[in-house]
């Protein structure tokens, strides 16, 4: 990408001081032996204390690759992050040292993982578990770190937290596993938790259950929060904004309820009509044309064109800037404000 | 719409038939002398009639016994006991020829289009194999034509024939996978979660593939789904599954807008919705606890020990899937009523 603009993310305008999380204009790639993928290309968005962000995407929209860089545990190589800033609290992430950003990792910012079977080490208790970063980085000796660790169980509600931390992570149900996930994420007080599809291993009913209690974690704990997902639906009730990614780019970021109201990118709005509806059936689904871009061929001018129905010459020679409409939303497309009215009918 | 493969066969007449089905799969304990120390009871009499032409939806969290119930249609499994005929045959007492004549005539979509294809075949032999054991459904010289007829079907170009799966994308796999479920034209088919692992915008082709196929071939669908969305779309009736039986079963009018039984209740209520303000307006179940296990269940009915209707005749007396004074399709519910103010979903 040639361009490197950054624009400014729409809702609050940034308090004295700055905002407690910002990405600016971050550029990713993984340097791989068919080629070089464009993984992410120009990602800016912003947090502050106690808000949550959503960021949907599917599958190799670098969702997740946007949260590992900003975890630093990115596996380099392949990845290689060629310019951008994520500053936390006014410094940028990306200039310290290794030994710097231990210290940022898991004590301001810490992670949740979609599959905790897998991000739990099946061989040690789980109170072992979560003791273990309280021992490592709060120097705790291990009888605190054991009643911290029934304390964070405790809070992430897992009934009879006392007799069940000698139990190993095979034990637990899948949402008991999220929960001791969560625990984990919470020992050293972050400010900001990154959650990475927490539910989408998860069964529906259970599924709720753990976004009622990031909810109420985020609320009582006022942390930040960015979640991750691929689908609206989880995120819908918890989220006070969201970006759409796509191919990389932050193509649309607005509040939840006027982006569901009236999407204003191509991409968003044909997402949206594509999942069923409980309440509408019979009809075909609508779907999106094509698959999503290669990353190591990514089209000229909008990395949507080639799907897009409202696509014109314009959108083939020319990457599209955000546009900032009306109400501060942004759409990263020629066409945002006639696709919003189009979508708004 | 086209015509019906056959105009002799009579839509909407029964096709398969199932009939008190019972898979436990034992555990045992013991090295030298293994001993039977109890069984899971995956699948614990289950009956149902397939229409033709129809979709049946199987609906169930993980671990209700819905894949096992696939597999045991499919003969991959061997049933504990009951019965189950297609077309007036038994299943599980077919041998031979006349097993492999019945095994034509219902074939099977798996749920991972990623480890359901052989890397090593092309997909012209993935698609073809059937072929290879039901030597007269394609005489050899036109096989490789009818394979490019199929892909051609499944909207896949037929030029592809020689490539590799790792070639496609995931739709494009799970459409291999039709493809492959189409060869020996059956009458039905069994979709084990189709849709599962693919992100929404491929979803929606796919569904919209399914139903297509299922009007030009008069095709029956067993469709296996944890999402309630998807099933309402592509369901004409649905059964709802928990620790191995059915709970409630009825057309998908029945169990969407006039749900019995407080399990279905509570699974409807926990879809996630993408819309804010449907959100609010809704009045959701929250359920506490897991699924017990299926090695265990509770006795009585097996879902009291998360019900908030629960009473002690729920802990003695099992509840037969039968039809109920509040509606009159088949609920497994001592107390079956309709919920009050239904949700607007």
């Keep these: 990408m040639t361009h490197s603009t950054v624009q400014p993310t729409p809702a609050s305008a940034t308090p004295v001081g700055g905002h407690l999380l910002e990405l600016r204009d971050l550029h990713v790639e993984f340097r791989t032996n068919e080629g070089v993928a464009r993984v992410i290309n120009g990602v800016s968005y912003h947090l502050d204390a106690g808000e949550t962000l959503a960021v949907l995407g599917e599958s190799g929209s670098g969702k997740s690759v946007t949260a590992q860089a900003i975890m630093g545990i990115l596996d380099t190589p392949p990845a290689v992050i060629r310019s951008g800033q994520i500053l936390y609290q006014g410094q940028d992430l990306l200039t310290r040292s290794e030994e710097q950003r231990r210290q940022v990792r898991g004590k301001e910012i810490a992670m949740i993982f979609q599959d905790a079977l897998s991000a739990l080490n099946p061989v040690f208790p789980v109170g072992w578990q979560i003791g273990e970063t309280l021992r490592q980085r709060a120097g705790m000796s291990r009888g605190d770190a054991r009643r911290r660790a029934i304390e964070l169980m405790d809070l992430v509600k897992i009934p009879g937290a006392a007799k069940r931390i000698g139990d190993y992570p095979h034990q637990f149900s899948g949402g008991m596993r999220q929960r001791i996930g969560i625990a984990m994420a919470l020992a050293l007080d972050p400010k900001v938790l990154i959650a990475d599809e927490p539910t989408t291993a998860l069964d529906v009913t259970v599924q709720a259950q753990i976004m009622d209690l990031l909810a109420d974690l985020r609320r009582d704990l006022n942390m930040a929060m960015i979640l991750i997902t691929h689908d609206l639906g989880v995120v819908a009730g918890v989220a006070d904004r969201i970006a759409v990614m796509y191919a990389g780019r932050i193509v649309e970021h607005a509040d939840v309820r006027s982006l569901y109201k009236a999407p204003a990118h191509p991409y968003t709005k044909g997402l949206l009509e594509s999942i069923p509806r409980m309440d509408v059936r019979g009809q075909e689904l609508s779907t999106i044309k094509g698959l999503p871009p290669n990353l190591m061929r990514i089209p000229s001018g909008c990395p949507f064109h080639p799907r897009c129905p409202y696509v014109q010459q314009v959108c083939v020679d020319v990457v599209p800037h955000d546009l900032v409409l009306g109400d501060g939303r942004t759409s990263e497309c020629h066409f945002a404000q006639e696709v919003r009215d189009d979508s708004a009918r | ?345």
């Design chain 2, 1 to 345: 719409m086209t015509a019906p493969a056959s105009a002799t066969k009579v839509r909407g007449e029964t096709i398969l038939s199932v009939d008190n089905l019972v898979k436990h799969f034992p555990i045992s304990q013991g090295v030298l002398f293994q001993r039977q120390i109890g069984a899971v009871k995956a699948v614990d009499g289950v009956s149902f009639e397939l229409r033709r032409g129809e979709t049946l939806g199987v609906v169930g969290e993980s671990g209700c016994g819905k894949s096992t119930l696939a597999r045991l249609l499919m003969r991959l499994e061997t049933p504990t006991s009951g019965r189950a005929t297609l077309e007036g045959k038994d299943l599980f007492k077919a041998s031979g020829a006349e097993l492999r004549r019945l095994r034509r005539n219902m074939q099977m979509v798996m749920q991972d289009p990623y480890t359901s294809l052989n890397p090593r075949m092309t997909v012209g032999d993935i698609i073809g194999e059937p072929f290879e054991i039901h030597r007269d459904a394609a005489p050899k010289g036109s096989r490789a034509r009818r394979v490019q007829e199929l892909l051609d079907v499944v909207g896949l170009n037929p030029e592809h024939i020689n490539r590799y799966p790792h070639q496609f994308s995931g739709g494009q796999r799970q459409r291999i996978g039709i493809a492959r479920a189409l060869a020996l034209r059956p009458e039905v088919i069994v979709c084990d979660e189709p849709v599962s692992a693919l992100d929404v915008s491929i979803q929606a082709q796919v569904i919209n593939l399914l139903e297509q196929l299922q009007d030009e071939f008069g095709l029956s669908y067993i469709f296996i789904a944890h999402d309630l969305s998807v099933v309402r779309h592509i369901a004409d009736r649905v059964a709802v599954m928990y620790l191995g039986r059915i709970v409630e079963i009825g057309t998908e009018d029945e169990i969407y807008e006039r749900a019995t039984h407080p399990y279905t209740q509570a699974l409807l209520s926990a879809v996630p919705v993408p819309d804010p303000e449907a959100r609010e307006q809704r009045n959701m179940i929250r359920l506490v606890g897991d699924v017990p296990s299926p090695a265990d269940p509770p006795s009585g009915c097996h879902f009291r020990t998360r019900c908030w209707k629960a009473q002690d005749i729920c802990a003695i007396e099992d509840p037969q899937t039968v039809p109920r004074a509040a509606d009159p399709h088949p609920s497994a519910c001592h107390f079956a009523e309709l919920r009050p103010a239904a949700p607007t979903l």
